[in-house]
Structures are given as C-alpha cells and as structure tokens.
C-alpha cells in the first residue's frame, strides 16, 4: 500500500477535475461536488470442465475430419506439390476454421431439448459446475480415483501459471481551484439486500473514522433508490478530502465494502455469456476464469490449428506407433478414426494447448479498445450469426458429401498418410 500523500494548496494544477491514479484520466464534475461510485467486482466464472470440452470437440473433430478425408483434399495437395507435412497443415486449417467459426457453436447450441421447463443438452451440462472431491480417506485407490477427477476437470497442475499479486487498491485525487471552498463527495453504493445490516455496521464504522479526520465537517444519508445507498459527504476543503480518503483505515474499509455490494451471481453471468464455443473455452489459460472480452476467433483459430499440428507430430512419434503395433490401423476406419481423433484432442486439451498459452497468453487476452465494427474484421474477431454458419457449414459439409458422391479420384487422407507415417 502507498503512503498517504499529503495534499497542499499547489498539490494538483489541473482545476475542477477528478482524478483517477490508476486511469489517469479526469472526469469533469461540478463546482464543489464530486460523485464516487464503487461499482461491484465481477465474480470469477470458470470456464467449463476440461473433460467436458474435450468430449464435445472430440465429437464434432470426428466428423469434420471425416469429411475431410473422404473428400480427398490432403490427396489433391501432395498432387498439387506440397508435401504430406504441409498437406495436413493446410487441411487442419480448413477444418480448424470450420470449427470454430461454424461448427462448435452449432452443435452446442441445437442440440438441446426442454422438458418440463428444464434444458438438456450439450449447453446446460456444459454450464454445470464443476465437480469437488470433498471426503478424505487414507485409502491409496480413492486418493488415486480423486486425482483423477481433479486432473480431468482443471488439467495438469504443472501448466496452471502463479496467480498475479492482487492490484493495489485504487487512489483517487480531486482538485478544486478554490483550495479553500467547501468539497462535497456524493457515494453510491449498490448494497446486496442481504447484507444490508452489515452495510449498516460498515457505514458506522466509516462515519466515525471520517469524524476523527482533520476538516470533515458531516455525513448524511440522502436515502436508498432500488438498493442504491446515496450519501452526501461535507468537508471544510478539497485537501481535507483528499487526505481521508488517502488514509489506511479508508482505504481498507473501501476494499471491505466490495464483499457487500450487490454482484451477479456465476449463473447470471453465465445466462449473458453462455460456453457456447467450446474451442474458444478450451484456449483460456489455464487457471484463469472467463475473460470479459472473449479472445478474437481468428486468433484462436490460428494457434488451435498450430497447437493441433504439433499434436499430431507428437501423436505420430509416440501413442500411434503402438496403435500399429496394436493392429488399430488395419480395424474398421471409423474405429481407428474415433481413436485417431480422440488422441489429437486429448493431447490438444491437456497438454499442447495449456503449454502454448504459457507463452502467448498476452496475445490472445483480447482488450477492452479491440472492437472492430466493420467487415470483414468484425466478423473474423467475433464470427458470424447463425444463420451464416449454417450456410458455411452447409457448404463445407456439401461440398465434401458431393465429392464423395461424384467418386472423384482419392488417394491416402489423414487416416491413411498417419497409417504410411508410423
């Protein structure tokens, strides 16, 4: 915490300002009076279980991909002279785009059903909180059973950063030009009903702080509008407003105050901004909740289509050169493909993915200014509205299934290139 200042008559230039130290921008009030809101902090939403998401892009890379191959693309590349390492890089591409800009989002959110008033679906298990394993036991087999379930839900501890030390609480400064004017400071507090007591004792203990501070002259409650508390602050001057306001005791009761205004809940968060792409929730950093700003699509799709070809690298010099051994890749296709798919996604989800955002976390953090509005660039950070997606999905999908059908020449596909690789 930074020492309390003390303010003089040539503290501050500017005249008729408030000044925020942190923002470091000023906010014009009227002569005299200044209005301070604490507004509520946002509570910390986890995104959903790591196990969760990895079933759901299993689900749909599995179908994706098998289109893909059916379809010839990887074929049609080493023929048009790229090599079999650049083929699948450039169909990952295609089918990682599908992905998160159509695909995810359409299967999340139609495949649902409400009966009796309640949802069921991929949507509502998706916003289930997660699971906590909650009893002890000295047995060895359950302490194994209880990592199990804690790694399936947050991943592996080893990619989970430090958490950031808390910021420093904000110290705000007002200035009048008349040094020697009376400075009023208007309070609003957006108090949680149920804490309304403990606001009472809060607003009690702050009074009789204030009333032991050099200048300040009375407090009174102009009263409470839909659980907004207003109050009207009287000091002999701007100075003796800064200095209580930049005491401990002040600053301290402050970051009190938070735990008892009024805060949505996680569910109320969650109705505004549902996981509805569970690409995209499978790229926050792991440990992190929901950022406000989800991160640019196009962002996303650029490092999930990196991350998945490294997958694939490390999936082909390690587990899919047992599946040979095993005999997997002379089975049915479908079986081999399930297991092919459900490999990358695996080692996607739990390792690649939270080891890249180590790195290039910063990047993908999408900031508050980052607001395109006009094409094409609006649509490549925020994607498109459903009724576009299902058009490209239709066209994807479409294409390949005619490709298909039409019995167009194909070569060795995803299936077959990883089969000739190990």
């Not at 890089?89 to 008033?117: A, D, P, T």
């Not at 999936?315 to 798919?341: D, L, M, P």
């Not at 980052?370 to 094409?375: G, H, L, R, S, V």
């Amino acid at each position: 915490m930074s020492p309390r200042p003390d303010f003089d008559d040539d503290s501050v230039e500017d005249a008729d300002a408030v000044y925020s130290i942190e923002a470091g921008k000023p906010e014009l009030e009227g002569e005299g009076e200044f209005v301070d809101y604490a507004p509520p902090v946002r509570p910390p939403v986890p995104p959903p279980a790591k196990f969760k998401l990895c079933l759901v892009v299993w689900f749909t890379v599995y179908f994706v991909m098998w289109f893909a191959e059916k379809s010839g693309i990887v074929t049609s590349l080493i023929k048009g002279g790229l090599n079999l390492h650049g083929a699948v890089f450039v169909v990952f591409m295609v089918e990682i785009f599908v992905m998160v800009f159509c695909s995810v989002e359409l299967v999340i959110g139609l495949v649902r059903v409400k009966i009796g008033g309640k949802w069921y679906g991929i949507l509502p298990w998706l916003m289930r909180p997660r699971w906590k394993w909650v009893r002890e036991s000295e047995n060895v087999f359950v302490q194994i059973l209880a990592c199990f379930v804690v790694v399936a839900d947050d991943g592996f501890a080893i990619f989970t950063p430090a958490k950031p030390p808390p910021p420093q609480p904000m110290l705000r400064v007002f200035d009048l030009m008349d040094k020697h004017k009376e400075a009023v400071l208007r309070a609003h507090h957006d108090v949680d009903p149920e804490k309304v007591d403990e606001y009472d004792n809060w607003a009690k203990r702050m009074i009789a702080h204030m009333e032991s501070q050099p200048g300040f002259q009375s407090a009174e409650k102009l009263g409470v509008e839909e659980g907004v508390h207003a109050w009207k602050l009287r000091f002999e001057n701007i100075n003796a407003l800064n200095n209580c306001m930049h005491t401990p005791a002040w600053v301290t009761m402050v970051e009190e105050l938070q735990g008892l205004l009024k805060t949505k809940t996680v569910t109320q968060i969650q109705m505004e901004h549902p996981p509805i792409n569970a690409v995209l929730d499978m790229f926050i950093r792991q440990g992190d909740p929901i950022p406000v700003l989800p991160p640019k699509k196009w962002k996303v799709w650029w490092i999930t289509t990196c991350s998945i070809f490294f997958s694939w690298l490390i999936a082909n010099s390690t587990i899919f050169t047992y599946y040979a051994k095993w005999g997997w890749t002379t089975a049915h296709e479908n079986v081999y493909r399930i297991a092919q798919a459900g490999t990358l996604v695996f080692i996607l989800n739990y390792i690649v993915s939270p080891a890249v955002l180590l790195l290039v976390n910063n990047w993908m953090v999408r900031k508050p200014h980052e607001n395109e509005t006009k094409a094409p660039w609006k649509q490549l950070n925020d994607g498109f509205i459903p009724p576009v997606q299902l058009v490209l999905a239709a066209v994807y999908f479409g294409t390949t299934d005619w490709v298909v059908d039409r019995k167009v020449p194909r070569g060795t596909e995803l299936l077959r290139a990883i089969r000739l690789v190990v």
